[in-house]
């Protein structure tokens, strides 16, 4: 029987068993989070370093080199594993947090802790922490405190001068925090553009309404899409305020704008930390820090996964998840340009039309400049259309391909010649432009870098890529003078009207010839910018100053449709502050205002400050009591609380008549409070006692003593003549243990094995 219930025990708990363990894989499943996350309790070497400097010339714990290293991984977010001597460090491995490394014989990194072995006076080997080749620190070496050592780190000793063997390293995984690579980036002003992750450029940053509070996320990327295009404007700082043109309000973030996992989002405004974002360049691409975060660096991140519908959030810029928190910004220029396909023509800077592209040689690698237009081969360009819409362009001279040097992304890199006529770098985008035309290689799919003439338009001025910028545009717009002789322009396209907005430029209606790129008809000069569409005025909203709600107000104002710009009533550009109408503050008199119950303080508006019940004071038999603060009578009437009372109706007794002690009376409520008591005629024997005592011959035989209290009641003392409580808890107690010994006695018994 026995056996049969361990069984069913066993079995009971091997189900518990299995059942808490799918339990607990369906909560990791839950759980799961793709990014890898460093295990350093968030620390980087630095910050590792800086904790181990704030304990320099002190005792850590028992003063031991082990005891340092052990409050080292504690810092660091862990357990030390147990070991008897510092050389055990060396084998355990199997006892190392997640991601951390045992090394031997290894470089050491800052940050690692340095193990060293054994040596002929001190047989426990010793541990320390590395910053450099020439600075450990350590404890329990030349003292029982922490010491920085600029020893190298192969050159330690025990206390005879032995050798102590360096060994290798235990390396933490620490934080690679991310560090900007150079100031913060000047990718142009006053220009519209896509927002892409740099790891799948299908997608684009989008908004999923036009309300303030909207979600921002990724989605598949269509250039026909407003909810896709971003607005930026650079500030004097350096930061960018990104404002969407669908709904005409800005990237910003949801609460403090500096902690993990806050929601990106999309507000009115354009004004605060949350919504300026400034630009660093990372991998390639660009990290966009939210100037709310600058200074702990929290950058816009993609989430677990990037993905259609994926939600964008800010989480702290670390290197290890650059792919999660880099993306391409991809210029929105407008539609590519079909100029014709197959001809030659001269590349003219549109502000020196004496002025033209050239080369200075016939081998790869060789210049592109500016030279004074002579019309030699090499200054003619042989434009030939792919089927991307990008043109190859080649030189007439020299039969190479305008060319960049370098990635053909990077800002400043020269412009050459080379052969192929394959790669990105040789294939150019042409957007229309002020009235002429950009160039933009290929190999800048962010649509960031542009043909640029440099500093100064002249004779002999070589050419590079720049960053495009609406301000520079003198030095990258370029007319593309065709050959045209014999052209018939028998394709021809119809380019309808735009008009102009406050954000881009219209045109009038104009025709092209297809072949030749010629403009046959009508003009292609971009139109001046619009005025702004101020729509109705918004009506002034007066600020709410009442007991429950203080709400600031906002002066009458203009929007913009277009741009979302504010305006005042003169059509005047204001921010938001400007138009902002401060709600009054509360004043509160000095007076207490009260009722029955409470006293307070009071502004005008009912708000109540520093209410709190009457006290104090004391009542009486006909007034109440008056609060301490306040002065405000409250409560009820004591009758019993009578003041100044008198004695009335007193009369001595004599040996004829009874005599009477007197009533208690109460002047103000004009009652008896205490009736008095008759006093008997006076006698030889009783003459000289005074009132209310008793006579010796009063006593009864039996002691007991009889008096008057204050109520005229008689109360009766009998003295006490021995104390039976001790006796009383001794009988309880010996009943008490006489019952336990009975149920103890009788539980021996059951269990005694019976004999026989």
Same mark, same amino acid.
Request: hydrophobic share 25%; glycine share 8%.
């Given at each position: 029987m026995k056996r049969i219930k361990k069984t069913r025990k066993a079995r009971k708990a091997k189900k518990t068993f299995v059942l808490m363990l799918a339990i607990t894989l369906i909560l990791n499943l839950f759980n799961f989070n793709p990014k890898v996350e460093a295990s350093t309790n968030g620390h980087t070497a630095d910050d590792a370093l800086n904790w181990v400097k704030s304990k320099l010339d002190i005792k850590v714990g028992s003063g031991e080199c082990v005891a340092?290293?052990?409050?080292?991984?504690?810092?660091?977010?862990?357990?030390?594993?147990?070991?008897?001597?510092?050389?055990?460090?060396?084998?355990?491995?199997?006892?190392?947090?997640?991601?951390?490394?045992?090394l031997q014989g290894i470089q050491p990194q800052k940050g690692d802790i340095l193990i060293y072995s054994a040596s002929a006076g001190n047989i426990h080997g010793h541990v320390a922490i590395y910053e450099s080749d020439y600075v450990t620190y350590h404890q329990n070496y030349l003292g029982r405190y922490v010491r920085k050592i600029t020893n190298h780190y192969t050159q330690?000793?025990?206390?005879?001068?032995?050798?102590?063997?360096?060994?290798?390293?235990?390396?933490? *995984?620490? #934080?690679?925090?991310? @560090?900007?690579? &150079?100031?913060?980036? /000047?990718?142009?002003?006053? =220009? +519209?553009?896509?927002?892409?992750?740099?790891?799948?450029?299908?997608?684009?940053?989008?908004?999923?309404?036009?309300?303030?509070?909207?979600?921002?996320?990724?989605?598949?990327?269509?250039?026909?899409?407003?909810?896709?295009?971003?607005?930026?404007?650079r500030q004097?700082?350096?930061?960018?305020?990104?404002?969407?043109?669908?709904?005409?309000?800005?990237?910003?973030?949801?609460?403090?704008?500096?902690? *993990?996992? #806050?929601?990106?989002? @999309?507000?009115? &405004?354009?004004?605060? /930390?949350?919504?300026?974002? =400034? +630009?660093?360049?990372?991998?390639?691409?660009y990290r966009l820090v939210p100037r709310s975060s600058q200074n702990d660096l929290r950058a816009l991140d993609i989430g677990d996964d990037i993905i259609d519908g994926a939600k964008l959030q800010i989480y702290k810029a670390v290197s290890n998840n650059n792919e999660w928190q880099t993306f391409n910004i991809v210029k929105d220029l407008g539609e590519k340009q079909n100029i014709g396909d197959k001809f030659v023509a001269l590349i003219v800077p549109k502000t020196n039309s004496d002025l033209a592209v050239e080369v200075v040689g016939t081998d790869n690698g060789s210049n592109v400049q500016l030279g004074?237009?002579?019309?030699?081969?090499?200054?003619?360009?042989?434009?030939?259309?792919?089927?991307?819409?990008?043109?190859?362009?080649?030189?007439?001279?020299?039969?190479?391909?305008?060319?960049?040097?370098?990635?053909?992304?990077?800002?400043?890199?020269?412009?050459?010649?080379?052969?192929?006529?394959?790669?990105?770098?040789?294939a150019w985008f042409i957007y229309s432009y002020n009235g002429g035309y950009r160039l933009v290689p290929r190999s800048s799919p962010d649509n960031s870098k542009a043909l640029d003439i440099g500093d100064d338009i002249i004779d002999g001025a070589n050419l590079q890529i720049h960053y495009y910028v609406s301000s520079s545009n003198s030095w990258q717009t370029f007319d593309i003078i065709k050959e045209t002789q014999g052209c018939?322009?028998?394709?021809?396209?119809?380019?309808?009207?735009?008009?102009?907005?406050?954000?881009?430029?219209?045109?009038?209606?104009?025709?092209?010839?297809?072949?030749?790129?010629?403009?046959?008809?009508?003009?292609?000069?971009?139109?001046?910018?619009?005025?702004?569409?101020?729509?109705?005025?918004?009506?002034?909203?007066?600020?709410?100053?009442?007991?429950?709600?203080?709400?600031?107000?906002?002066?009458?104002?203009?929007?913009?449709?277009?741009c979302g710009k504010l305006f005042n009533q003169n059509k005047e550009e204001v921010t938001e502050e400007d138009l902002i109408i401060e709600a009054p503050e509360h004043i509160y008199k000095n007076d207490w205002v009260s009722d029955n119950n409470y006293h307070w303080k009071e502004c005008d508006c009912g708000k109540k400050i520093e209410q709190e019940s009457h006290h104090g004071g004391e009542a009486t038999c006909v007034s109440k009591a008056k609060c301490e603060v306040c002065g405000q009578e409250y409560g009820e009437l004591d009758p019993t609380?009578?003041?100044?009372?008198?004695?009335?109706?007193?009369?001595?007794?004599?040996?004829?008549?009874?005599?009477?002690?007197?009533?208690?009376?109460?002047?103000?409520?004009?009652?008896?409070?205490?009736?008095?008591?008759?006093?008997?005629?006076?006698?030889?024997?009783?003459?000289?006692q005074p009132v209310g005592e008793t006579s010796p011959n009063e006593q009864n035989k039996d002691n007991t003593t009889l008096s008057t209290n204050e109520n005229n009641t008689t109360e009766t003392t009998i003295p006490q003549t021995s104390d039976n409580s001790n006796i009383t808890l001794w009988i309880s107690l010996l009943i008490v243990s006489g019952i336990s010994i009975i149920i103890i006695l009788r539980k021996w018994i059951k269990r005694k094995p019976i004999c026989g």
């Open positions: 340092l290293i052990a409050e080292y991984y504690l810092y660091l977010g862990h357990q030390s594993p147990k070991v008897g001597s510092a050389i055990d460090y060396a084998s355990s491995a199997s006892s190392q947090p997640s991601g951390w490394q045992i330690m000793y025990d206390e005879y001068l032995y050798p102590m063997p360096y060994w290798g390293v235990i390396r933490p *995984d620490f #934080e690679e925090r991310f @560090i900007p690579d &150079g100031s913060k980036q /000047d990718i142009g002003n006053d =220009f +519209i553009a896509y927002i892409t992750p740099k790891s799948n450029s299908n997608l684009a940053v989008q908004v999923t309404g036009t309300d303030n509070g909207s979600n921002v996320n990724l989605t598949q990327k269509n250039e026909n899409s407003q909810s896709q295009k971003w607005y930026f404007n004097s700082d350096g930061s960018y305020t990104i404002m969407n043109m669908e709904s005409n309000t800005y990237l910003d973030i949801e609460n403090t704008g500096n902690t *993990d996992y #806050e929601k990106v989002q @999309i507000w009115s &405004g354009g004004t605060n /930390d949350k919504q300026a974002w =400034f +630009i660093y360049s990372y991998n390639g691409a004074t237009i002579d019309n030699s081969d090499a200054q003619k360009w042989y434009f030939k259309r792919q089927s991307d819409g990008s043109y190859l362009i080649q030189n007439e001279y020299a039969s190479k391909y305008l060319d960049i040097y370098g990635t053909g992304n990077t800002n400043g890199e020269n412009v050459q010649i080379w052969s192929g006529g394959t790669n990105d770098k040789q018939a322009h028998e394709n021809v396209t119809i380019h309808p009207a735009i008009e102009s907005t406050c954000l881009t430029h219209g045109h009038a209606e104009y025709t092209t010839c297809d072949i030749c790129g010629e403009v046959i008809s009508g003009s292609a000069e971009e139109l001046p910018l619009a005025d702004h569409d101020y729509g109705q005025l918004i009506e002034r909203v007066d600020p709410i100053h009442t007991s429950t709600t203080l709400k600031d107000g906002v002066e009458a104002h203009y929007r913009c449709s277009i609380n009578h003041q100044d009372t008198e004695i009335i109706n007193a009369v001595e007794a004599t040996t004829e008549t009874e005599g009477y002690t007197g009533d208690v009376y109460c002047p103000y409520c004009n009652k008896i409070v205490k009736k008095g008591e008759i006093i008997p005629i006076k006698t030889t024997d009783n003459e000289d």
